[in-house]
């Protein structure tokens, strides 16, 4: 999948499945990342055998991971965390982070939308996504994408500073979305593909 999409402002970006070739600009996205961004990511992505192991799941079945890029640089990264396995089977995590400068400008909405559809592709029922209580402003996307809090566990995860921080867990039930948005689209005499 490559495909140019307009941002909010009019700019145009190119989102796209990650590559092999990709391993050294996603590198410098991720250490380019003001320490504020990096400061509740899960792990430490500044370090190469953590990327290199990102792009080695690309094709494995266990996620799909996505890239932003403006012109050469990438400017956003997303992914779709299979579990695939017992319990976890038709359970997807999305996990996504935007450059600085790209925020506010509706690219983390457009990316999670992506990751969407990727989800539709591998008959994914339920999104999670993890987060910590400070990061308000994926919170909110999530909550215009169809995502609820679920539940809030206090203290549970530790931010790069080593500060205990709530973890929050928001789902969306995509069968129940594609239902609503099919339900929409008939109304319009539109058609829903997925």
């Known amino acids: ?97 935007v450059a600085r400068d790209f925020q506010r400008r509706g690219l983390g909405t457009l990316l999670a939308r992506e990751l969407y559809y990727l989800a539709a592709e591998h008959k994914v029922d339920r999104i999670v996504s993890r987060m910590m209580a400070p990061q308000k402003g994926a919170r909110n996307i999530m909550k215009r994408l169809g995502f609820q809090d679920e539940f809030v566990i206090p203290n549970h995860v530790r931010d790069r500073e080593g500060i205990w921080q709530d973890m929050i867990l928001m789902r969306c039930n995509l069968t129940e979305l594609w239902r609503e948005m099919e339900g929409l689209l008939e109304q319009s005499d539109m058609r829903w593909h997925r």
Do not use: C, K
């Not at 990709?22 to 500044?46: G, H, I, K, T």
């Not at 890029?69 to 038709?90: F, I, K, M, Q, T």
């Open 1 to 97: 999948m490559e495909r140019t999409v307009t941002l909010v402002d009019g700019y145009p970006v190119v989102i796209r499945d990650m590559r092999p070739e990709d391993a050294q600009r996603s590198f410098d996205f991720f250490a380019s990342l003001p320490e504020e961004d990096r400061r509740y990511l899960r792990v430490d992505v500044r370090r190469w055998e953590l990327v290199e192991r990102r792009i080695s799941d690309v094709g494995t079945g266990r996620a799909e991971r996505l890239v932003v890029l403006d012109g050469d640089r990438v400017v956003a990264d997303g992914s779709l965390e299979l579990e695939g396995h017992g319990w976890g089977d038709n359970i997807g995590e999305i996990r996504l982070i």
